[in-house]
Nanobody, 124 residues
């Protein structure tokens, strides 16, 4: 069982930056692959970025490549998403999710545990 809690979402102007955090309550944090997803009103939940359990592989959606960076601190049991050059279309609820596989999958079905989400709003 893994309990995930996101934080860091807020209202920011276009072009600004935010760092989201996801605290994972599990004694085996280092053995999980973690990803960020987001869901805008009226849209499906979509993959944003993820990092493998070894930290050696990252994966990003095309829409955020070069702007977002996903990282993890195994000593703190925390996942991060650094978001730069934010755009209004980045507005969504951001969720972290975990899976026991090494592959950074982009489908929601691949993930076993989810947080409740944190709201990011980017104003134009």
């Amino acid at each position: 069982q893994v309990y995930l809690e996101e934080s860091g979402g807020e209202l920011v102007q276009a072009g600004g930056s935010l760092r989201l955090s996801c605290a994972a309550y599990t004694p085996t944090f280092s053995t999980y692959t973690f990803s960020w997803f987001r869901q805008a009103p009226g849209k499906e939940r979509e993959f944003v970025a993820g990092i493998s359990w070894s930290g050696g592989k990252t994966n990003y959606a095309e829409s955020v490549k070069g702007r977002f960076t996903c990282s993890r601190d195994d000593a703190k049991n925390t996942l991060y998403l650094q978001m730069n050059s934010l755009k209004p279309e980045d507005t969504a609820v951001y969720y972290c999710a975990s899976t026991g596989t090494i592959v950074v999958a982009q489908t929601t079905e691949a993930y076993d545990y989810w947080g409740r989400g944190t709201q990011v709003t980017v104003s134009s």
